[in-house]
């Protein structure tokens, strides 16, 4: 009787407040639930994506291979053939050509790529020859035509071939005993737009010295009025040397550079390209 009481008390004096109690249990259980199963597919989803994002970017590019005809090095020389990749632009080539042939003593402003184009006409076959650009990407350009093939023009209606090309420059004579004692000057070729930088990394290469070019600095110097001037690191030699009215009065000379001379609080003066000094 007491156990009998006991439970009926309890359901009778809770009865109104277990009620909403177990629907509240209920809807949070359908809820949570239906949030499972609404999220659960799409968290797999999106790590899928993203798998498959990560995934595309670990493939790499393929790569095309480009004959380059490179008889401006050498009459040695034929063609190179060169595995390049849809980014690489005519100056990595050529950069790379110099390093294969181990001409990095050579100014690679001097070279160009060239793409010589034969279209199938009616008649006789039309040649077409266009200089390319630094930044342009021969491997794009290659895609627009097909590669040279055996026998002349085949069964394309056209066919095209890469060529290494000479610049027009001129030579700019450095004294250059600081880089190896007893060594007097070095002539190098090189191009209206090779700066003064890239003339000592040149004048290093000649060299095979590993040391970097910011260490060394270019002097103009003058004889006859008795001053010494020194060249910034991106004005352009060949063009200051033309504006000399005599080369016997003008000489570049190549210098350690101290670090009193280096920077200038910090930055170059960009008022003034030149610096001035008495020569004694």
Known sequence: MLKHVHI?????????????????????????SSSTAEHGPLSSRSSSTSSLRDASLLVKPPKIVVKVYVRALSNNLKYRTLSVGPQTTCREIVCALLNKF????????????????????????????????????????????PCEKIG??????????????????????????????????????VSDKTTTEELIQLLLHCYNSKERPNKFALFQ????????????????????????????????????NPDCFQRRRGKWDTGSSLCYCLYI
Not at 236 to 241: C, D, G, M, R
């Open 221 to 256: 110097i003058s004889s006859v009025h008795k001053y010494e001037t020194k060249i910034h690191p991106k004005d352009h030699p060949l063009l200051i040397q033309r504006t000399w009215p005599s080369k016997d009065h003008f000489a570049f000379h190549l210098r350690r």
């Open 8 to 32: 009926s008390s309890c359901v009778s004096s809770s009865h109104s407040c277990r009620t909403p109690a177990r629907d509240t249990v209920s809807l949070s259980s359908t809820l949570t």
């Open 102 to 145: 181990r001409m990095k003593h050579r100014d690679p402003n001097l070279y160009c790529l060239s793409m010589e184009v034969w279209i199938r006409g009616k008649g006789l076959p039309i040649r077409t020859v266009m200089v390319l650009d630094d930044e342009a990407r021969p491997s794009e350009l290659q895609a627009c035509h």
């Open 152 to 189: 002349f023009l085949s069964n394309s209606p056209s066919v095209c071939k890469f060529v290494l090309q000479m610049r027009r420059g001129g030579l700019v004579k450095v004294f250059d005993s600081c880089l190896m004692t007893g060594s007097m000057y070095k002539s190098l070729l």
